[in-house]
Nanobody, 125 residues
């Protein structure tokens, strides 16, 4: 599977962006898709997860109630709707595909089959 992330940009605090992660080479129902972000000088942080069935989701505490993960199987795309953005949401956002434990949202030391190239999100104060 190959992933391509897009949708980042520059937005003022309080604004919204929708990120897309398009999968090719395989269908999304075969993978767990996870969104990560990394800010300069900080460790990579898992932001949100959606299971292969679409029935399980996870949100980091820092984004809960503000971000929504969803998917469109017809478009083979996972979305991350980000509302009420804060400057601390700034970073490069990546999507990743996990092909194991398909109905488990969090797996320690997971191996990922594919990563998207990252899309920059900048939130100004």
């Amino acid at each position: 599977v190959q992933l391509q992330a897009s949708g980042g940009g520059l937005v003022q605090a309080g604004g919204s962006l929708r990120l897309s992660c398009v999968a090719t080479g395989a269908t999304l129902d075969q993978y767990v898709i996870e969104w990560f972000r990394q800010a300069p000088g900080k460790e990579r942080e898992r932001v949100s997860v959606i299971t292969a069935s679409g029935g399980g989701t996870y949100y980091a505490g820092s984004v809960k109630e503000r971000f929504t993960i969803s998917r469109d199987l017809a478009k083979n795309t996972v979305y991350l709707q980000m509302d009420s953005l804060k400057p601390e949401d700034t970073g490069v956002y990546y999507c990743a595909a996990r092909g194991t434990f398909l109905n488990v949202v969090l797996v320690a030391n997971a191996n990922y089959e594919s990563w998207g190239q990252g899309t920059q999100v900048t939130v100004s104060s």
